[in-house]
C-alpha cells in the first residue's frame, strides 16, 4: 500500500525544477554590481579598508619609532655605561701611577737621606 505523503519520481522532479526556479528568480532579483546601492556600499567597504590600512600603517609607525627610541636609550645607556668605565680604568691607572710616583719619590728621598748621612759621616771622619 502506497502512503499518500509518498513521493514519486516526477514530484520530485517537479519539486526540484521548483526549487531550481525559486533560486533563479531569487538571483535574478538581486542587486547587480552597477547599481548605485551595490556602488554604495563598495565604496564604503573601501573607505573603511582605507581606514584600517591607515590606522594599522599609524600603529606600526608608532611601533616603529618606539623601537628606535628604545634602541637610541639602549645605545646611548651602552656608551655611557662604556664611558664611565673608561673613566674609571683611567682613574685606577692614575691612582696606580700616583702611587708609583710617591714610592719613587719616597725612595729617591730615603736615598738622599742615607747619602746625606753618609756623607756627614764621611765628613765627621776626616
Do not use: C
Amino acid at each position: 500500500m502506497r502512503h499518500p505523503s509518498d513521493n514519486g519520481f516526477a514530484e520530485r522532479r517537479n519539486a526540484a525544477a521548483d526549487a531550481k526556479r525559486q533560486l533563479l528568480t531569487k538571483f535574478a532579483s538581486a542587486p547587480k554590481p552597477t547599481d548605485p546601492e551595490m556602488r554604495e556600499k563598495l565604496a564604503a567597504r573601501e573607505a573603511a579598508s582605507r581606514a584600517r590600512d591607515a590606522r594599522r600603517a599609524e600603529r606600526e609607525a608608532l611601533k616603529t619609532a618606539e623601537n628606535e627610541r628604545i634602541l637610541a636609550e639602549a645605545a646611548a645607556s651602552a656608551a655611557a655605561a662604556e664611558a664611565e668605565q673608561r673613566a674609571e680604568a683611567e682613574a685606577r691607572q692614575a691612582e696606580i701611577s700616583n702611587r708609583v710616583s710617591r714610592v719613587v719619590a719616597d725612595e729617591a728621598a730615603r736615598k738622599a737621606e742615607r747619602d746625606r748621612r753618609y756623607a756627614a759621616r764621611k765628613a765627621r771622619r776626616a
